[in-house]
């Protein structure tokens, strides 16, 4: 079936469980999400059509119920299955390759002072963040939106989308993909390495963007990646919007070298998060402050909006600028 096929058949499934489920209405200030549908026929132009389905009036947990209940339809229809390790010569996990996306650059309006790599959320691309940023009184930052590989995500049923790693769910006893996110930090360790010396690095995200940030953070202060190759780089201030903590099991071990430990405790971070948001819950975001700061992440920030759900509001942004001029000492002049 045609890519122009696939995605008429997605519309009239959407569009047939929307009218059939009687979705209680509950808008989506549409200044937050993108504002035109992608001519693309991969999975990131159905997300874009479900966020179309959001500014008229469709609450955030349904659209996570179509974009899982569409993928996994899709998935069966085509018989494909990725919710296992592709197996190479001799029984063994082959290793998989990532081919990112494009990459958004905002420059600095003023003095360059601090570079920030900001991650998107689950099926979005480093544009529509780019274009947020940019509206931001921070004229010392520079804003790196790269855009993830597309990849199964087990959590839609093996389809493919635009993801920093495979995801099941967000439980700490739920498989954690280290492969990809070894891969997506090591993107972003590359992205900062070219930036002057002088400069002070930090790295952000959204929901799966902001536990991308996490497990970057994560990476810096153990010294090294998941897989053992050095982290070769400094960090300044860490972001996370709506996000989880992954593979919080392993944080403890990772920062028993007294090394470790410091670079934990000077570590700035900010996490904000929604107690309405029902796609990523409140309460991964509390147990994910909570682990941080039991394991010695003393410099952690933990900010929560009652009405919030899964996006960010001029609010939130607010306490995001007032932060980082604080914590990366930003002249904040042109």
């Not at 940023?133 to 520079?142: V, Y």
């Not at 920093?164 to 090591?186: I, K, P, R, T, Y």
Request: hydrophobic letters at 40%; glycine letters at 8%.
């Amino acid at each position: 079936m045609s890519g122009l096929s696939w995605f008429k058949w997605f519309i009239f499934v959407a569009d047939t469980l929307f009218t059939n489920f009687g979705v209680e209405r509950n808008p989506v200030p549409p200044w937050c999400l993108r504002s035109t549908i992608s001519s693309r026929t991969d999975f990131s132009a159905y997300i874009d059509v479900l966020k179309m389905k959001s500014i008229c009036g469709v609450c955030s947990s349904q659209v996570i119920f179509l974009v899982a209940t569409v993928a996994g339809c899709i998935s069966v229809i085509t018989n494909m299955s990725f919710s296992g390790p592709s197996i190479g010569t001799g029984g063994r996990a082959a290793r998989r390759a990532f081919e990112f996306g494009r990459t958004y650059v905002v420059k600095p309006k003023g003095k360059h002072q601090a570079t920030i790599v900001w991650l998107h959320g689950l099926g979005d691309n480093g544009s529509s963040w780019s274009q947020l940023l940019e509206t931001l009184p921070l004229p010392n930052i520079k804003w790196i939106c790269p855009t993830s590989p597309a990849q199964p995500v087990t959590l839609f049923g093996g389809f493919p989308t635009t993801a920093w790693f495979d995801v099941s769910d967000l439980s700490e006893d739920a498989h954690q993909d280290e492969e990809g996110m070894d891969a997506s930090a090591a993107h972003v360790l590359s992205l900062l390495s070219t930036e002057p010396p002088n400069i002070k690095l930090g790295v952000g995200g959204f929901s799966m963007g902001a536990a991308t940030a996490l497990y970057s953070a994560s990476c810096f202060t153990d010294g090294k990646f998941g897989n053992g190759n050095t982290y070769s780089s400094h960090l300044d201030a860490v972001v996370g919007l709506s996000g989880w903590l992954p593979c919080a099991k392993n944080l403890s071990k990772k920062l028993e070298q007294e090394e470790a430990a410091n670079r934990a405790s000077s570590l700035p971070i900010l996490l904000c998060h929604g107690k309405a948001d029902d796609v990523v819950r409140y309460r991964f975001g509390e147990k994910s402050a909570q682990k941080l700061s039991s394991t010695g992440f003393k410099s952690l920030t933990f900010k929560t909006y009652d009405s919030l759900g899964h996006y960010t509001i001029p609010e939130e942004m607010d306490e995001v600028c007032s932060w980082l001029t604080s914590k990366l000492e930003l002249e904040g002049k042109l």
